[in-house]
């Protein structure tokens, strides 16, 4: 593993460093944890990140329990961590954006050094981080206002003509298939604009601008509405362990993942190897209110929904109805804002569904 920005990575040990990324908008930035575990055995490099969303704290807090949980005695390779990339959302909790320029980063890879602060803090990310590494993983979650069924996002082959973007899709597949969340959803253009107070520079996700470098990808998301869910931490330590399973970076699983293993026990009784049901849905709809007011969901995360289906209302400050929402689709709702009140276009939820 050749990262400059880390420096020099000591074969057979964890290490701390306290990061400052490169891009003059980030200057005065405080410096960024990250920490490295480079075995004395040669392997993929893997780097996993939270904090793309600085409210999202199941995913930032797995990133820091796995920094605290893998030996690099027991493992292949090396793994990278980032707990928070968006370090001035997340002190000042602020949801969706990048409090400094309004933007959400998740909406602007793979960046610009000359663009606005999240331009260049996801250009940094790509350029020091993502295209050093083997396989990338960026782990989200319901962001503050928001609930969500645990699932993975991936790019989809579907429409790749190039053979190279193919074989980099069908690798990120097998990742997300690996992780072992209930959900994949593999597509194949960019998620929707504008999941926040303002659309990004019409740029790419994460996983997606990662693809496209050449670097096999996912996004994976648990937990939500500003908490801090052990099941949902549990879920996304598991899910990393699985993806380094999958890559040959673990081969005794049993001796290192014993804590997230005994905190998986909440929501399902099934052990944790057995191959958990995944359903692969291609098409993901976001649905919006026209109207502002009072958000009146009738369906929660997880909920199968039928095409025509009433699955909520949004009414005004005197009671009276502004609009009934109804499901373009047959499909499941991977997402919900679980807050009552809403803006004009403001975002409900997003469903996920097989192409028709
Ligand atoms: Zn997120």
Not at 127 to 152: R, S
Not at 157 to 170: C, N, Q
Not at 237 to 250: E, F, K
Not at 287 to 292: A, M
Request: with cysteine; net charge positive.
């Amino acid at each position: 593993m050749h990262s400059p920005i880390l420096g020099k990575l000591t074969r057979g040990k964890a290490q701390r460093h306290l990061v400052k990324l490169p891009g003059a908008a980030l200057a005065n930035d405080e410096p960024r944890p990250v920490i490295s575990i480079t075995s004395a055995k040669p392997g993929p490099v893997l780097f996993v990140n939270a904090g793309v969303h600085g409210g999202e704290y199941p995913a930032i807090e797995a990133v820091i329990r796995l920094s605290k949980t893998l030996d690099p005695k027991k493992i292949a390779g090396t793994v990278i961590l980032m707990p928070v990339m968006n370090l001035p959302a997340f002190r000042s909790r602020t949801p969706f954006v990048c409090p400094i320029d309004n933007v959400n980063p998740n909406r602007v890879f793979p960046g610009d050094p000359a663009g606005s602060y999240s331009e260049q803090m996801t250009h940094a990310l790509i350029n020091e981080f993502v295209v050093h590494a083997d396989a990338y993983i960026d782990l989200h979650g319901g962001d503050i206002p928001e609930a969500l069924v645990p699932f993975v996002i991936c790019r989809s082959e579907a429409g790749l003509a190039d053979s190279k973007a193919r074989d980099v899709a069908g690798r990120s597949r097998e990742m997300a298939l690996a992780f072992e969340l209930p959900y994949v959803l593999a597509v194949s253009k960019p998620i929707q604009p504008a999941k926040g107070r303002r659309a990004g520079g019409g740029g790419l996700s994460s996983y997606a601008a990662a693809a496209e470098k050449g670097v096999p990808s996912i996004l994976a998301e648990a937990g939500g509405v500003g908490q801090m869910q052990e099941d949902a931490v549990a879920l996304l330590v598991q899910g990393v362990i699985n993806v380094m399973r999958h890559l040959g970076m673990i081969a005794d699983a049993k001796s290192h993942i014993a804590d997230s293993e005994t905190n998986l026990k909440s929501k399902s009784k099934k052990p944790a190897h057995s191959a958990v049901a995944t359903t692969v849905l291609t098409k993901f709809e976001w649905l919006y209110t026209k109207y502002q007011g009072v958000w009146y969901p009738k369906v929660g995360p997880g909920d199968l929904v039928k095409k025509g289906q009433e699955i909520g209302t949004v009414g005004d400050l005197f009671g009276d109805t502004l609009e009934k929402i109804v499901s373009p689709v047959n499909g499941v709702i991977l997402f919900l804002t679980i807050n009552p009140s809403v803006l004009e276009n403001g975002l409900l939820m997003g469903i996920g569904a097989k192409e028709a």
